[in-house]
C-alpha cells in the first residue's frame, strides 16, 4: 500500500522539489497512475460475461472510482443482483440493482466466472456450451 506521509527535508539540505508546490507528493502520484481504476475493470468484467447472463451493466447510481466500482447483473433465472468489485475481488453486496446492504457479508470471488458460477446455474450452462463451439471451431481448423 502507498504511504502518504510527507518528511521534511533537514536543516542545511539543498532542495530542487519543495513538496508545497504541488498538493500531491511525487509518491503519491506514482501510487495514484499504478492504482486500478475500477471502474474500467467493471467495464471489462461486464464485456467478458455479458453473453452468458440476462442482463449487465456497471451502475450509473452508485459511485464508482479508483478503489470500487459497482456492477448490475440479473441472471438467465432471472435473479437480480448488485455487485461489488474492489481490489479483494468480487461479492454480491445486495439482491436488487443499486443496492448495497450493508449487513450482508457474503464471501469475495477472484473472479467473475467464480462468483457467477455460484449463482447461476444458467450461466454455468451457457459458457459451458460457448466452450465448447470454440473448441470445436479449434478442432475444424
Keep these: ?3 502518504t506521509t510527507k518528511s521534511t527535508p533537514k536543516e542545511g ?3 530542487d522539489y519543495q513538496p508545497e508546490d504541488s498538493p500531491v507528493s511525487l509518491f503519491e502520484e506514482d501510487c495514484i497512475n499504478h ?3 475500477m471502474r474500467l475493470e467493471a ?3 461486464v ?4 453473453f452468458a447472463v440476462a442482463k449487465m451493466f456497471v451502475s450509473a447510481n452508485l459511485d ?3 478503489d470500487v466500482a459497482y456492477i448490475n447483473v440479473e441472471t438467465r433465472e432471472g435473479n437480480r443482483y448488485c455487485l461489488e468489485l474492489n481490489e479483494a475481488g468480487l461479492r454480491v453486496v445486495g439482491y436488487a440493482f443499486d443496492e448495497v446492504d450493508e449487513s450482508l457479508s457474503t464471501q469475495y470471488h477472484e473472479t467473475v466466472y467464480s462468483l457467477l458460477d455460484t449463482l447461476s446455474p444458467g450461466y454455468r450452462e451457457a459458457f459451458g ?3 465448447l463451439q470454440r473448441l470445436e471451431r479449434l478442432q475444424q481448423n
Design 1 to 3: 500500500m502507498c504511504n
Design 13 to 15: 539540505m539543498d532542495i
Design 35 to 37: 492504482m486500478k481504476d
Design 43 to 45: 467495464e471489462a468484467v
Design 47 to 50: 464485456t467478458d460475461v455479458l
Design 64 to 66: 464508482s472510482g479508483l
Design 129 to 131: 456450451n460457448a466452450l
